[in-house]
């Protein structure tokens, strides 16, 4: 991390001045009160903000409503349910959704068309609006600046909490950046089965707040994979207050790039503990390809490959089987020259222009039970680099999704 950046020791989504969070046990999922499964995030004055959603054509019922709130570049609050995506639900869904804004509105009071909504969990249920109704409610007197129950609120297969925040100075100012997401599986690029707020004191320009979240997102939540599902719900949201009182963010400030900084160290630890905490992983999978006609061929050989069924069992079981790397490469999309591709597996180089070298087996498989696990490759044919995350594909992720109702 740079050295204008200073990483805040269990910060998230409240460590910037202004946000506050509440949760509640509501028994979303099948009546019970054994977690937290509703959130709110609130900031005390109506913040700049910027949304990127899904690219799954079926999109859950909150996204609609989220969008619509959001039209304007502005929101002041968000809740959050897990348990239950609210997703094909139909006429139903919608009107749940729109609900769940009116609720939060009201407890926290703001205006409507300020709050955003998501949901995450089972597909095809309808929310059980009377528990929802009572969550919103309690979560609303539990507002607090310490925000890491706001992500432990809306985990659902989840085995950690995922945060991070960072401070930094702009025009002499300081400014803080947090964040706070889920998604442990049907995790793919284009997103992830993820929700993702990131939260910011900076006084920031929106269309340059919107730019700089699909810059990031490209580079962060756009790289990692689980198991190859785009889910309904995806959402990144990303709230600037301006309470920090800093010169308004723009392309044309000096400190852009140290801000655009903080954003993309808050957003790529999400996204990475996303990956490492696949659904039955055991490890955090790191593909970095060099030598690419361009970065957009970089980026479309190392999804495939981190993406990769075969690749990600060789991972679990320590098998340095290099081949299976060099398949994925050849239907990647990119421009691949095989006589060209250098492979390692960590330290160990394994294939050399397109060809196995020999090498040392006992080495490769310490560096295949390493965490995280790093793959190298260069194309050898330009200059365009990229890096994708994922992890390993268990027996574990076959038996939680197998029953992933009950």
Partial sequence: MSSTLQQIPDGGVTSPNGFHAGTAKAGIKDGLLEKKDIALLYSEVPATAAAVYTTNLVKAAPLAVTKESLSK???????????????????????DAIEMQKLAAESLGVAKDLVAVASTGVIGVTLPMDRVQKGILAAAETLTATGSEFAEAIMTTDLVKKQAAVKMSIGGTTVTVGGAAKGSGMIHPNMATMLAFITTDAAVEQSSLQQALRQITGRTFNRITVDGDTSTNDMAVLLANGVAGNDPLSENHPDWPVFLQALEFVALHLAKTMARDGEGATRLVEVSVAGAVHEADAEKAAKTVVGSSLVKTAVFGAD???????????????????????????????????????????????????????????????????????????YEYVKINGSYRT
């Fill in 320 to 394: 340095a089987n290099w081949g299976r790397i060099m398949m994925a490469l050849g239907r990647s999309g990119a421009e691949v020259d095989a006589a060209k591709v250098d492979i390692w597996i960590g330290g160990v180089q394994v294939a050399e222009q397109g060809l196995g070298l020999p090498f040392d087996e006992a080495a490769a498989k310490r560096q295949l039970e390493e965490d995280p696990v790093v793959i190298r490759v260069n194309l050898n044919i330009g200059e365009g680099a990229a890096t994708a995350y994922g992890c390993d594909l268990t």
């Fill in 73 to 95: 570049g502005h929101c002041q609050a968000v809740v959050v349910n897990s348990g239950n995506a609210n997703a094909c639900t139909g006429e139903q869904g919608v009107a």
